[in-house]
């Protein structure tokens, strides 16, 4: 279970860039990308073995496909749709940290739309669902090979589902209170702490 080491729930001023574009914002051109890599893989995948019989450019294709809908969902479409981000980063100790941000209210009320919002959540939770329905299909149909790029899209498609979840409930938590609790951590773990060393004294 994560913890506040090595985990992040902020709401940060982040994207200014969005402020001067609007129009970048409501373009539909973002939303086309958010949906177009996509669904290209899944279409590719139940249409693949009528246009070839290879496996490998099959496996590629597809794979190069999920790819860049992993990188454009994470990187552009749920930052200029919604105002979340997620990421990850080594400090200098070299340990891990994962960051879940969301733009200010504020100013997400003027930078997103209620369709943009509604498209993006919609692809963000069925076309892992359809994903899934494929894994049971190809080991109903004894396809191992192709388990194998389902199960790669199940997984790249869950980890941008499950990172912009943690924006979209980390965003309602008061940075006050992140802070408030992790200071009553310290106090608990300063406390138990002195009683271990005066129980050992006595």
């Known amino acids: 279970m994560a913890n506040l080491d090595d985990t992040e729930d902020v709401a940060l001023d982040f994207g200014s860039e969005d402020e001067v574009s609007r129009a970048t914002c409501r373009s539909p051109l973002t939303a086309f990308f958010h949906l177009f890599f996509r669904v290209?893989?899944?279409?590719?995948?139940?249409?693949?073995?009528?246009?070839?019989?290879?496996f490998i450019i099959n496996f590629v294709v597809i794979i190069l496909l999920l790819s860049m809908d992993f990188w454009t969902v994470k990187n552009i479409t749920g930052r200029i749709l919604v105002g979340l981000r997620w990421w990850n980063h080594i400090d200098e100790d070299g340990k891990s940290h994962w960051v879940?941000?969301?733009?200010?209210?504020?100013?997400?009320k003027h930078l997103e739309t209620a369709s943009e919002s509604r498209l993006f959540w919609l692809s963000l939770v069925i076309c892992p669902v359809i994903?899934?329905?494929?894994?049971?299909?190809?080991?109903?149909k004894l396809k191992i090979d192709y388990t194998l790029?389902?199960?790669?899209?199940?997984?790249?498609?869950?980890?941008?589902?499950?990172g912009?979840?943690?924006?979209?409930?980390?965003?309602?938590?008061?940075?006050?209170g992140i802070a408030t609790t992790f200071l009553g951590q310290q106090i608990l773990r300063s406390t138990l702490s002195g009683k271990t060393t005066a129980d050992d004294t006595n």
């Open 40 to 54: 290209s893989a899944l279409v590719t995948y139940l249409v693949c073995t009528l246009f070839s019989d290879s």
């Open 100 to 108: 879940f941000e969301s733009r200010k209210a504020s100013k997400k």
């Open 131 to 140: 994903w899934i329905f494929f894994l049971f299909t190809s080991l109903i």
């Open 149 to 162: 790029i389902v199960i790669i899209g199940i997984s790249l498609q869950g980890a941008n589902l499950y």
């Open 164 to 176: 912009y979840v943690r924006c979209k409930v980390g965003s309602k938590k008061q940075l006050s």
